[in-house]
Nanobody, 130 residues
């Protein structure tokens, strides 16, 4: 069965850290990314990683605070989130596409249907609050 299963997330205080995991089964190539969506807002692409070249990209809002990485042996992608802010609150989704260029910086909702390889995790809530 081809699927992405997320774990991690939860409640953190401002300035704190959380780590999200996305375990893939039935899919081992291509590119992976993390999106997030806050209530009433568009879905924002947070970070991407090319699973072949290991190149990464980040939204300006998280650059320097978040790190995306992968463990090929476990077929898992991680999102380490440090120096969390209240505006990081939202539901985080991992997404798998065939190539890195297929990720869009912003979209109306997550998950969103697209042509080609387009796998989504179930979403995990991240809440940053004191």
């Amino acid at each position: 069965q081809v699927q992405l299963v997320e774990s991690g997330g939860g409640l953190a205080q401002p300035g704190g850290s959380l780590r999200l995991s996305c375990a893939a089964s039935g899919f081992s190539n291509g590119a992976m990314g993390w999106y997030r969506q806050a209530p009433g807002k568009e879905c924002e692409l947070v970070a991407t990683i090319n699973k072949i070249s290991d190149s990464t990209n980040y939204a300006s809002s998280v650059k320097g605070r978040f790190t995306i990485s992968r463990d090929n042996a476990k077929n898992t992608v991680y999102l380490q989130m440090n120096s969390l802010k209240a505006e990081d609150t939202g539901v985080y989704y991992c997404n798998a596409r065939a190539v890195i260029q297929q990720f869009t910086p912003v979209q109306d909702r997550c998950p969103m249907a697209r042509s080609g390889i387009n796998l989504w995790g179930q979403g995990t809530q991240v809440t940053v609050s004191s």
